[in-house]
């Protein structure tokens, strides 16, 4: 078997190598509102919602100026109907932009033609651009101009509608930092008004007005962002290079690793104790160099490959094999290190530096593009892809380093436990600086992503999902973190209200632009005021609960409700060999069956 696996990963870095070399077609994702003589389904990215359940829709509308935009708010509020907005990508894991409701008076916008106009002010520094133009035409606008954009998330696959309005961000602690709402300078927001007004109104707003701070970044609840002014500097190039070495310091070095370079970031691989930290600033334009930025995951793949990596990961995942998936983890961070993750000084990489211009170097996402059949990107639900969760986690900058050294005693009492997230890309860890948008960082703060595997069954448990349920839970309820709005399980969003100072006065702006909640929803209330669902059979599984008893786990399959190992207040489905007693809960951490 462990051939087998040699051999996978093996391939899997021939395809990859040939991605240096050549340029590979993929196959375009598909649209996420597809309709039918029944109606309408939204889905996102990964064509599954964290419940599974479908997001019906009665119609959707698809405006191509701000005119129309405004005119189909109007409709909705004329006709009592609750709309959400949507863009040519979805890529929010929760539901937020599903407005579905059980009586079926419900409409979707999209912005996907919405995406005419980018107005660059080169005298002031300055973009402005329709909600619905998509991140990479924009990027590639200004650097024609001879500008740049500072921030932007690193998938370029979204909207800028959609990016500010969920917080989206790059990493840097300096200047304005890298979350790219703390870049706008303006923005137009289309909200239900009096019949009188045409029942909904542009509201142009800039940082002097009050209600400022609540629209950059929105969630989609008050009101549809029509236009979007960014500030610009002068076009520069970054320098990059990583650094892949023993993790002995994070938790001592992060905060200084933070400052010393413009864009850092550190991506943690805890089973193989090794950590990459990226050495990452800009350089004058005049430097030598047209380096890209084409990060490894979101290159285009081979769907042979990537449905064989799935099914492999099914398999080791069902068969409990730890020995397998530290193979694939070992071999996918030595392709990372041989590849420097995607960075090419021309069509390879060839040796750090990598220095290239930032409209090439900040964000990444070739896998969108192209046409042909036999590619696409790993996640594309069409082909059975890649299919995991996401949880990203976000902490007040002086809790991180205690999260860190928990994060290892945990993974200390069995290392190879950890193998399953360095299949994908570790934790990737991030700087975001405080801001005064109220749903945004009241202080400096550390981001930390990792993926992890998901079942193809909602009621299927999955090996070791006791351990990515622990470094949740210490992340969102230890330790406070705050999770990031566009992904996580619902779990995560607990409470989320009291996370935020500012969450009252957000609410109270909600309240004014929408007093009658057309743009809320069962979905978006369940996220933002941090609503926990009744508690079923298995719901623990997926994060729709916290176990308080074995059925919320599979206690059929092996899987009971149990307490962390590191975090004894962490509730886990944890796997047993033998079945507990009825008082077990809580009574002990049954480290035997790690």
């Known amino acids: 078997m462990h051939s087998f696996w040699w051999l996978l990963c093996a391939l899997h870095h021939v395809i990859w190598a040939a991605t240096m070399l050549i340029s590979i077609q993929a196959m375009p994702p598909e649209l996420p509102v597809r309709c039918n003589k029944n109606g309408c389904n939204l889905y996102n990215s990964y064509g599954v919602w964290g419940d599974r359940k479908d997001c019906h829709v009665q119609n959707v509308t698809y405006p191509t100026t701000e005119e129309e935009l405004r005119l189909a708010v109007a409709y909705a509020n004329q006709n009592k109907l609750k709309v959400k907005v949507v863009s040519q990508f979805s ?210 793949n081979s769907i042979l490959i990537s449905k064989s990596i799935r099914a492999t990961e099914k398999t080791m995942d069902n068969g409990r094999s730890l020995g397998g998936k530290c193979t694939m983890a070992a071999s996918f961070l030595g392709v990372k290190k041989l590849v420097a993750n995607g960075l090419k000084n021309g069509l390879i990489f060839t040796g750090y530096p990598v220095i290239g211009p930032q409209g090439k170097m900040q964000t990444s996402g070739s896998c969108l593009y192209s046409t042909a059949a036999d590619n696409s990107c790993a996640w594309d639900p069409r082909i059975n892809g890649l299919f995991f969760y996401e949880t990203t986690a976000i902490f007040p900058a002086s809790k991180f380093g205690d999260f860190i050294r928990d994060v290892k005693k945990l993974r200390d009492l069995k290392p190879d436990n950890f193998c399953g997230v360095d299949i994908y890309n570790g934790f990737l860890i991030r700087f975001i600086r405080a801001t005064g948008a109220y749903l945004g960082q009241p202080e400096d703060s550390v981001v930390v992503d990792f993926n992890y595997f998901r079942a193809d069954d909602a009621l299927t448990p999955r090996f070791n999902q006791d351990v990515w349920e622990e470094v949740e839970q210490l992340a969102f309820f230890k330790y406070g973190a705050r999770p990031h709005w566009a992904k996580n399980r619902n779990l995560a969003f607990l409470d989320v209200q009291k996370k935020y100072p500012n969450f009252n006065k957000f609410v109270a702006v909600k309240r004014q632009l929408d007093p009658q909640n057309l743009f809320s929803s069962e979905w978006s209330d369940e996220v933002v005021f941090g609503k926990e669902g009744v508690k079923g059979d298995g719901c623990a599984l997926e994060g729709q609960c916290i176990c308080s008893e074995d059925r919320h786990c599979s206690p059929g399959k092996g899987y009971f409700c149990k307490p962390g190992l590191v975090y004894q207040e962490a509730r886990v489905c944890r796997y047993s060999s033998s079945p507990p007693s009825p008082f077990s809960v809580g009574s002990g951490s049954d480290k035997n069956d790690l």
């Open 91 to 300: 890529h929010t894991i929760p539901k937020l932009a599903c407005p579905a409701t059980s009586s079926g008076n419900s409409m979707l916008i999209s912005t996907a033609k919405y995406n005419s106009s980018i107005e660059i002010d080169a005298k002031n520094l300055a973009v402005t651009v329709d909600a619905g133009i998509g991140l990479r035409r924009l990027i590639d606008a200004v650097e024609e101009a001879g500008l740049s954009l500072v921030a932007a998330p690193y998938w370029e696959g979204v909207s800028v509608g959609g990016l500010v309005s969920t917080g989206a961000h790059g990493s840097s602690w300096w200047g304005k930092g890298g979350a790219v709402h703390d870049h706008i300078v303006g923005l137009s927001l289309i909200v239900p008004a009096k019949q009188s007004e045409g029942f909904a109104k542009i509201v142009k707003l800039e940082p002097k007005d009050q209600i400022f701070n609540a629209a950059k970044v929105s969630l989609g609840l008050l009101g549809v962002i029509s236009k979007v002014k960014l500030s610009l500097e002068p076009r520069f190039k970054r320098s990059i290079a990583y650094d892949f070495t023993d993790d002995a310091q994070i938790e001592n070095i992060y905060m200084d690793h933070a400052k010393k370079y413009e864009f850092a970031d550190i991506t943690w691989y805890p089973s193989k104790h090794t950590a990459a930290y990226r050495y990452d600033n800009r350089v004058p334009l005049n430097a030598s160099g047209d380096g890209t930025y084409d990060f490894l995951g979101f290159q285009s």
